[in-house]
Every structure is written in C-alpha cells, then in structure tokens.
C-alpha cells in the first residue's frame, strides 16, 4: 500500500503543478467587476516561520526593487488565511496544501485558486516519550493534527509504517479514523490542533507534525524518525480567481520562482520538498 499511496499522491501533485503552473495565461475575458486590480501594495498572509521569513528575506527585498510594497500578515491557525483572503483583507496567502484547500474551499463555500507551489518542510513522526519507532508498544498514544487533511496525511503515515492499516481502495486525501480495519497495537490516536503537536509531545509517545509548525517550536526537520514520503502535499500560493491575470501577481510567482529565491530556500531550508516545476528534486 505504501507505494500506492505514494505514487497517487505524487501523480496528482505533478499533474496539478504543470496544469497550474501557466496560471495568469487564460484566455476567458472578464467582466468589469472581474478584472484584475492592479496595485503596488500587496498583503500577503502567511502562517510564522518559514513562510513569513521566506517572504521576509527573499521575496520582499526582490519585490521593493519592482517598486512594490509588501505587508505580511502572520496567522497562527489554518482557517483565518482564507477567510482573510476571501474577505479582502489578503491579496494572496502561502500556508496550505492543495487537499487542504480544496476541503475548506468546499465546507465555508469560497471561491479561491490556486497559483505557484512554494518549498514546504515535510510532515513527520517526532519522538514523544518514546525515542524510536522500534519502542512502539501495545497501546502507544500518537498526536495528530485534527484537520481533516492534515489528518488523513497522519493515517497514511502510520498505515505505511505497518502501525495502522487502511480499508483497501479508500481515497488517501480523505482518510479518517474510520476506514482503519487492523490497528494490532492498539494505538491511541490522538487529535489536537496542529499548533498544539509540538507541546503534546510531552504528553504522547509520538507525534505528527507538520513542518512549519515543528521548525516554529524550533524542532529540526532531520529530528523526525520518518517522513511522509508523498510531493501531494508541497504547499501553495492562493488568491481569489479575479486577480488571476494581474500583473502583480505575475511579479511575486517570478519572485518565488528566481534563481536567487532558490539558492536561499537551498542555503536556509535544506531537506524542504520542493516545487514540482523546479525540477527532478520535486519527483
């Protein structure tokens, strides 16, 4: 089943990189009321960490020499970016995957795209009370995030470790606690917010956790004891369809898809899954 789910998800996220990848090329014409607006001031949301510092150090600066002024705006949670964006107060954010888009998309009835992939630190089971995955016991306890995407991501995780297994044939983005039909250690799944894994770990034997929230608690990457071996997940830029063909949005994907950009994700965030447009190390 590992290899399944890895092949599905990275077929997907490739399939979806290239097909967007020309965003801001469509050929529909637009209505007034739908035009782009063009502008020299762009708020961007992010959540704190590596995607603010990326925007911070790297994006801005190439930015403000087009003669753009760029806000940040920082989130600590995974629903207020695009509830922000929708209501206007954002031109664009940099948080979320795909899945995870396209779940909240649906539930809170928002019409927002996606536009460029950005690096994204990998999702992974960090030790809790227990060092490796070889002490995993008879009713160890795991964090997950509670998220249905983010969710799913853990289940999958934990099915291709052989902990858990999942129902055959069930959709892997949307897995749920549900579809396990063999859990043979009795692992107690835990879920709590995503910001909250970090500090759980003291509480559970294992925790999964997403990257921008393991690095913000200043856990490093090459910490975790695995890591979720899919490129579904790299993250994405989102904005509302209207601004689509805005030439401001076309300055900020070239910003996140420089030269210069990529020789700074490679110096300050080695190990990130990468763009899928970037090349053979986002295959």
């Known amino acids: ?20 990848a020309g965003c801001g090329q469509g050929n529909d014409a637009a209505t007034a009321s739908d035009k782009p607006v063009e502008k020299k001031e762009i708020t961007i949301g992010t959540t704190p960490g590596m995607f603010a510092d990326m925007v911070r150090d790297s994006v801005r600066p190439q930015l403000e020499k087009k003669g753009y002024t760029l806000k940040l705006v920082e989130f600590t949670d995974y629903v207020r970016p695009n509830i922000a964006l929708a209501d206007g107060d954002l031109d664009i954010n940099v ?32 030790p809790g009370k227990l060092s490796s995955l070889d002490d995993i016991k008879e009713g160890s306890s795991v964090a997950v995030s509670n998220d249905p995407s983010n969710n799913a991501r853990a289940l999958v995780m934990l099915d291709e470790l052989g902990w858990i297994k999942l129902k055959e044939g069930v959709n892997p983005l949307v897995a749920l606690k549900k579809d396990i039909v063999e859990n043979p250690k009795n692992i107690q799944i835990v879920e709590l917010e995503a910001a909250q894994l970090p500090r759980a770990r003291a509480d559970v034997d294992f925790a999964v956790i997403n990257g921008n929230y393991a690095i913000d608690a200043g856990i490093k990457p090459t910490e975790a004891l695995f890591q979720e071996p899919s490129f579904a997940y790299v993250n994405w830029s989102a904005v509302k369809p ?42």
């Open 242 to 283: 209207k601004d689509k063909d805005a030439v401001w949005l076309k300055d900020i994907t070239e910003a996140y898809n420089s030269d210069e950009f990529k020789a700074y994700v490679d110096q300050k965030f080695p190990g990130f899954k990468l763009p899928a447009i970037w090349g053979e190390q986002a295959k």
């Open 95 to 126: 948080f979320q995957h795909k899945p995870y888009l396209d779940l909240f998309k649906e539930q809170h009835k928002l019409d927002l795209i996606e536009v460029f992939q950005v690096p994204t630190a990998p999702l992974g089971i960090y």
């Open 1 to 20: 089943m590992k290899k399944l789910w890895s092949k599905a998800l990275t077929a997907s996220a490739l399939a979806l990189s290239l097909v967007l």
